[in-house]
């Protein structure tokens, strides 16, 4: 074999070879807990994305919800420390702050470095990968807080068994060092109908809806969140005007503030940091710190 039909084999042999290699399943990445504080969870790849940048508010500036706060954080708290803590569903109202009040509790707790506090996000669709996700964590020597956001199951979802698995119903149970916060609008995780459905088609009707209805029960803490009235919105209002530095008197951010609630159809959080954030745009200032 000349030189020249010898380059061509050997071009054709690597060519065939990279795509064998791209046709085979996905190499793990290398894990690096030490990247950040938080990550999000890759299942695909068995990889933590560290998140350099976290999306968050200082929670001083998380208004109306003090009591649901002080519980959350005095729980996390306790986990950080290496104590008992239960893991947690926060569920009510849209745009009340519950995945707010967990990413802000975290940052203000994971300011000791002491603490060894993580935060994982897992995604709503990822919930079927739990299990290899606490294989990576319970090996570790931080703690984490493992957080789910508007989290919910439908007709014939099958993946709530992962989660109810994981919370503490499997052989091996929750990792020591793994910590479950989730966020629902739905206090049960599933809708209404569903659960009637379950009990008019069942042989035995109350079995056939415990299954489901017990994997809230596993959350050791239930913390409502409910529409804000309007004295709680306006001192969210007042909050971030200081906090944040923006002009105009008080009087007139208020009138403004009930006016954009009034075209949103109510008051949240998410109402009064919308409206924070037009004004901070047409004043010119950066919504940072």
Known sequence: MDKTSESA???????????????GPVRPRENDLDAADCFVWKPEERYLSPVITPSRIPLALIRGVDHVRDILHENTLRFAEGFPANN????????????????AIHAEIAQNPAMKLKLVELYRED???????????????????????DLSFDHDDAAYKSLKAALDG?????????L??????????????MIENERSTAINPSE????KVSLSDRFGL????????????????????????????????????????????????????????????????????
């Open 9 to 23: 084999l050997i071009a054709e042999v690597r060519r065939l070879a990279d795509a064998l290699e791209r046709m």
């Open 88 to 103: 947690a569903l926060l569920w009510g109202a849209r745009g009340m702050g519950k995945s707010s009040l967990v990413k």
């Open 127 to 149: 919930i079927g990968s739990l299990g290899a996700l606490l294989d990576i964590l319970k090996t570790s020597q931080y703690r984490f807080l493992l957080f789910t956001d």
């Open 170 to 178: 499997g052989v091996e149970g929750r990792p020591e060092n793994v």
């Open 180 to 193: 479950l916060y989730a966020t629902s609008n739905r206090r049960h995780l599933m809708p209404r109908d």
């Open 208 to 211: 056939a809806v415990e299954e």
């Open 222 to 289: 239930w913390l409502g969140f409910h529409k804000c009235n309007q004295d709680d919105y306006l001192a969210m209002i007042d909050g971030y005007a200081a906090h944040f530095g923006l002009e105009g008197g008080k009087d007139t951010l208020h009138a403004e503030a009930l006016t954009w609630a009034t075209t949103r159809g109510g008051r949240s959080g998410r109402v009064a940091w919308q409206f924070v954030q037009d004004v901070a745009g047409r004043q010119r200032k950066h919504l940072a710190g």
